[in-house]
C-alpha cells in the first residue's frame, strides 16, 4: 500500500480509552506527512535530474562516439594522405631520376660531340697549318727563285752593257740565254 501525504494528514484513528493524545498525534502526522511530503518532492527532483543527467550522459556518449568515429576517419584519411603523398613522392622522385639520367645521357652525348667537334677542329688546323707551311715554303721557294732570276738577269744585263763591242757576228755563248739576254742581245744588235 502506497501512502500518500495527504493520506497522512487525513489519517483518523479510533479512540480508546487509555489511547494517545488526539492533538499530539495529529501534530505528528501533520510534521511527517510533511517531510514525507518534502521527501517525495525530493525524490522527484532527484529522478528529474537523473532524467536529465541520462539524456547528458546519453549525449555525451553520442558525441564521444562520433569523435571516436571521426578521429578514426581522420585517422584513415591521415594515412591515406600519408601513402598518397608517398606513393606520389616516390613518382616525382622516380620522374626526377628518369629526367636526370636523360639529362646525363644527353650532357654525354653532347660533350662526345663537343668532344669530336674538338678534335675535327684540331685536325683542320693541324691540316691548315701545314698548308699554310707547306704555301710558306712554296712562297719561299717561288721567292728564292724570283730573286735569283732576277740576280741573274741583272748580272747578264751588267755583263752585256760592260761588255766589249766585237764584230757583228754573233758571239755563242756556252748555256742556255734567258728570254731576257736575248732581248738584251737583239737590243745591242739593233
Known sequence: MKVT????RQQRFNTVMRGFDRGEVAAFLNEVADDYENALR????????????????????GQERNLRNTLLTAQKMADEIKDQASEEAHRVLKEAESR????VQKSQS????VQREIEGMRAK??????????????????LTFIREQDARARDERVLLLHRPKQSEA?????????????ADERASQG
Do not use: C, M, N, Y
Open 170 to 182: 754573233p758571239v755563242a755563248q756556252s748555256g742556255p740565254q734567258t728570254p731576257q739576254a736575248k
Open 125 to 142: 688546323r693541324r691540316e691548315v697549318e701545314a698548308g699554310v707551311e707547306s704555301l710558306v715554303t712554296s712562297l719561299q721557294s717561288t
Open 100 to 103: 636526370a639520367d636523360l639529362i
Open 110 to 113: 653532347r660533350i662526345e660531340d
Open 5 to 8: 501525504p495527504l493520506d497522512l
Open 42 to 61: 525530493e525524490t522527484d527532483r532527484l529522478r528529474q535530474e537523473v532524467v536529465k543527467l541520462e539524456a547528458v550522459l546519453a549525449e555525451h556518449r
